[in-house]
């Protein structure tokens, strides 16, 4: 029974999440790297498990599935028991999970990935980004972030006390927004907000995946 995990190699989006995922749970699997330069997504093969043509894919000794937040959600359950719980197991709890899921999935990574795509992306091909498109963006995370920081001040994390998948789908391209000098995870005027923000990016599953990359345990 081999559980195989094909991504691209940065630790970054979708792969990110899956790759923490993993994590947590404390998971064996086989680490297939796909270099999208050469178009291994592209690939009649892959297509047969992605017909998307994306990474991230796991395929677990047969069955495959794709969807970021849809593996993170298959992986609790495939390693119940083992490490972190992400989705809680009472209906009012998982609720609330999905809820804060909805939010981040529906609001928060829209607005995200049209920063993520001017200030990072676009930057980095040395393009020249829209700043107007860029500060829409940013205007539309803070507005979120303005909700997070009541939500945040009453209890440690997004949907409760305990790190839950709520959190760890922040994970997928927030963080690049630091990596490229954007700060808005972690201004003083949000304070809870910042203390979230710094805990998550001071979780050691995190601290070790982006220092060793997708290491395969198998
Ligand atoms: N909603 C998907 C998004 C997957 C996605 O956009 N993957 C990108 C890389 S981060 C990709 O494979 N792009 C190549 C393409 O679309 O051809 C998820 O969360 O898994």
Request: aromatic share 10%; hydrophobic share 50%; with cysteine.
């Amino acid at each position: 029974m081999v559980l195989k995990f094909y991504a691209s190699q940065f630790v970054a989006a979708g792969n990110g999440i899956v790759a923490l995922a993993l994590a947590e749970k404390q998971a064996a699997f086989e680490f297939v790297p796909i270099d999208m330069a050469a178009g291994e997504h592209k690939t009649e093969e892959y297509i047969a498990m992605n017909p998307f043509g994306q990474v991230p894919v796991i395929n677990d000794d047969g069955f495959a599935i794709y969807e970021s937040r849809a593996i993170c959600r298959y992986l609790d359950e495939r390693f119940a028991g083992k490490g972190a719980t992400l989705v809680p197991k009472g209906m009012k709890e998982r609720a609330v999970v999905e809820q804060a899921i909805s939010v981040e999935s529906m609001a928060f990574a829209p607005p995200l990935a049209k920063v993520v795509m001017e200030l990072v992306f676009k930057v980095h091909r040395g393009l020249a980004p829209d700043q107007a498109l860029a500060d829409e963006g940013m205007k539309e995370i803070s507005d979120i972030l303005e909700v997070f920081e009541v939500i945040l001040a009453k209890h440690r994390y997004l949907a409760g006390d305990n790190f839950t998948l709520a959190d760890l789908v922040h994970y997928a391209y927030a963080p690049m927004l630091a990596e490229n000098g954007v700060d808005i995870m972690t201004v003083k005027e949000r304070p809870n907000v910042a203390r979230w923000w710094n805990e998550l990016m001071s979780r050691p599953t995190w601290v070790k995946l982006k220092a060793g990359g997708m290491k395969s345990t198998l």
